[in-house]
C-alpha cells in the first residue's frame, strides 16, 4: 500500500467533510437512492419482509452516517466505522439511536482488530472500496468479524464503465435524411490496477484518488477470504439530469455507473 496515498485521501476526506454533509444530508443523491440503498435492503431481506438473522450491522467506511441511520430506523443495531474523524463527527451529531460509530482506517490491521469478533451478521461498505488504499486487509479480516455465514454486501462504481479512464460522448450522424445523435463511452482501462485523483461531488473542493481496480480482483480477493457470491447487480438511473445531456441515466440508460455485490461466508 502506498501510506502517503492513504494520508492524502484521508486529509482530503476530512477537508471535505463538511461539503459532503451538505450535499448528501440525510436522504442522499440519486445515486444513493435509486442504485444503492434499495439493492442493499433486498440484499439484507427487507423487500421480503425477512431480515436476514437479527441485524447486527458493521458499516464501513460509513462517511457521514446515511446508511447506518436508515438502518438503525429499521431495527438494526450498527456499528459504523470511517477514517475521517470530521465525517464521524458530523454523523454523531445526528443522534441517530442504536449506532455505535468509531473512527478506525480500513487499511490498518490493528485498527480492523479491535472490533469484536464473529458478532455481526452483514457488514456493508457502500460506494467506499474504491476510495481505500489498500482493501486487502479488510477482506482478510471479514471472516473473523462476521458470524458464520455471514453477509458482507459492497456497491461499486462499475469498473468496467464507470472509472477514472471513462469519456462520455456524443456523436451526430445523419441516417435517413435526419440527424442523429448516439451517446456511449469510450474506456482505455479497465483489467490493470491504477490510482487517479478525482471528485466524488461536482464542485468538490479537494480531489481525492480513486484506486481503480477490475471486477475480477474483488471476486478472487472475496474467494481467496472464504466467500462466494450469491447476489450481483448493475444498476442504472431511471431518471436523469435533464440540464446535462451526458449525466447518468437518459441517454445512458442502458449502460450501468454502479453495481453491488453480496458475498456470503461459506461454511
Not at 473512527?103 to 476510495?131: H, K, R, W
Amino acid at each position: 500500500m502506498n501510506e502517503e496515498q492513504n494520508q492524502f485521501t484521508r486529509e482530503a476526506w476530512q477537508k471535505n467533510a463538511a461539503g459532503w454533509d451538505e450535499k448528501m444530508g440525510t436522504e442522499g443523491n440519486d445515486f444513493f437512492k435509486q442504485l444503492q440503498f434499495p439493492t442493499i435492503l433486498e440484499y439484507m431481506g427487507f423487500s421480503t419482509g425477512l431480515p436476514l438473522l437479527s441485524k447486527k450491522v458493521l458499516d464501513i467506511a460509513c462517511g457521514n452516517g446515511i446508511l447506518a441511520r436508515k438502518l438503525a430506523t429499521l431495527g438494526c443495531k450498527v456499528t459504523a466505522f470511517d477514517f475521517s474523524s470530521n465525517l464521524i463527527d458530523l454523523a454523531r451529531g445526528y443522534g441517530e439511536v442504536g449506532i455505535e460509530y468509531k473512527v478506525l482506517d480500513a487499511t490498518s490491521e490493528q485498527d480492523l482488530g479491535s472490533l469484536e469478533p464473529a458478532i455481526y451478521d452483514v457488514a456493508v461498505c457502500n460506494m467506499a472500496l474504491f476510495d481505500i488504499a489498500d482493501i486487502d486487509p479488510l477482506f482478510s479480516a471479514l471472516p473473523r468479524i462476521l458470524r458464520p455465514g455471514g453477509f458482507f454486501i459492497f456497491s461499486l462504481l462499475h469498473p468496467a464503465f464507470n472509472n477514472s479512464s471513462t469519456i462520455k460522448m456524443v456523436e451526430e450522424y445523419e441516417q435517413d435524411g435526419k440527424l442523429i445523435n448516439k451517446y456511449s463511452l469510450k474506456i482505455d482501462r479497465y483489467l490493470g490496477q491504477y490510482s487517479s485523483l478525482g471528485l466524488a461531488l461536482s464542485n468538490q473542493e479537494h480531489p481525492q484518488y480513486y484506486f481503480n481496480r477490475p471486477l475480477q480482483y474483488y471476486f478472487q480477493l472475496g474467494f481467496k477470504n472464504g466467500f462466494i457470491i450469491d447476489k450481483f447487480n448493475e444498476n442504472s438511473l431511471e431518471h436523469a439530469d435533464t440540464k446535462r445531456a451526458l449525466s447518468w441515466g437518459g441517454n445512458f440508460a442502458e449502460i450501468p455507473p454502479v453495481c453491488l455485490v453480496r458475498m456470503r461466508l461459506d461454511g
